[in-house]
């Protein structure tokens, strides 16, 4: 990775092809999520969305919009431009699945989940 306070742009030098995947782990809830935000903006202030994977979240629908809510019941709500809540309901069926995400403070979108070991696109 280059250098940076937050790290996330990385030069690959060689590839390799391999069977055995690494275990995707990510923040554990929101709190974690927010309390990342929280150390990155006091040391990056101008800082966008970022990407996290956040473990064990699902859609809920809310005072008539829809939200993530991770382990512990608390929800953050999902950004007024995600359009593919549909194909995240049926993939996750109402159970909580690893997600990733990209968005900052108060709206997050996923960008995808593993379900049944694999990583889908949402």
């Not at 809540?85 to 049926?90: A, G, M, P």
């Not at 993939?91 to 997600?99: A, D, F, Q, T, V």
Request: no cysteine; aromatic share 14%.
């Amino acid at each position: 990775y280059f250098p940076s306070i937050a790290p996330l742009r990385a030069i690959i030098k060689r590839q390799l092809s391999t069977n055995s995947r690494p275990a995707i782990t990510g923040f554990p809830n929101w709190t974690a999520v927010r309390a990342f935000e929280n150390e990155l903006s006091s040391r990056l202030p101008f800082q966008y969305e970022r990407p996290y994977v956040v473990e064990q979240l699902r859609p809920v629908w809310f005072l008539q919009q829809w939200w993530l809510q991770d382990d512990q019941q608390q929800m953050i709500a999902l950004k007024d431009t995600y359009r593919n809540i549909w194909k995240l309901l049926s993939l996750s069926g109402g159970s909580p699945l690893n997600m990733a995400v990209i968005g900052q403070g108060k709206g997050y979108a996923p960008l995808g989940l593993w379900h049944e070991n694999e990583y889908k696109i949402v």
